[in-house]
């Protein structure tokens, strides 16, 4: 168990380095980041209309949140697998779910007035490090299932 550890010592300290980034990020966003539906989703948002929103600084705070959570996820999964090719394909699912989600996001705002469940679960995968938590399993369950 001792050796595993040593042997693994990297991995474990780019992992504490990262769970440390993720929780600067969500320790400091009411300062770091534009996002006006914190203090909304802390109330009772079932009735109540979206708050007025700065359109364009509130998409580049959550393009900036994600891109932060996305460079954390990807070293981590780097520093954990050590295979570029496995970096690519999470370099491209991250791509792609920004695109999907930051466009959900815009279209349920600004055409779906009583959407406010399907907005905060959209929201909360652009700024949490969700992916991160299924990739990795993922990844792990595909290598040792390809060496077999």
Do not use: C
């Not at 600067?24 to 203090?39: A, V």
């Not at 949490?128 to 990795?136: D, E, K």
Request: glycine share 2%.
């Amino acid at each position: 168990m001792l050796s595993n550890l040593k042997e693994n010592k990297f991995k474990i300290f780019t992992a504490i380095i990262v769970v440390i980034g993720f929780a600067i990020i969500r320790t400091f966003e009411r300062k770091l980041f534009y996002d006006p539906f914190l203090k909304y989703f802390e109330a009772d948002f079932h009735s109540s209309p979206y708050p007025v929103v700065q359109n364009l600084r509130l998409f580049w705070s959550l393009f900036l949140r994600y891109f932060l959570n996305t460079l954390l996820s990807l070293w981590l999964i780097y520093a954990l697998f050590k295979d570029r090719d496995i970096l690519k394909f999470s370099l491209i699912v991250y791509i792609f779910f920004l695109v999907l989600l930051l466009s959900s996001f815009y279209i349920i705002l600004n055409f779906f007035p009583d959407g406010a469940w399907l907005l905060f679960y959209v929201r909360r995968f652009i700024i949490q490090p969700i992916f991160v938590l299924l990739f990795i399993p993922g990844f792990y369950y595909q290598l040792q299932k390809t060496k077999k």
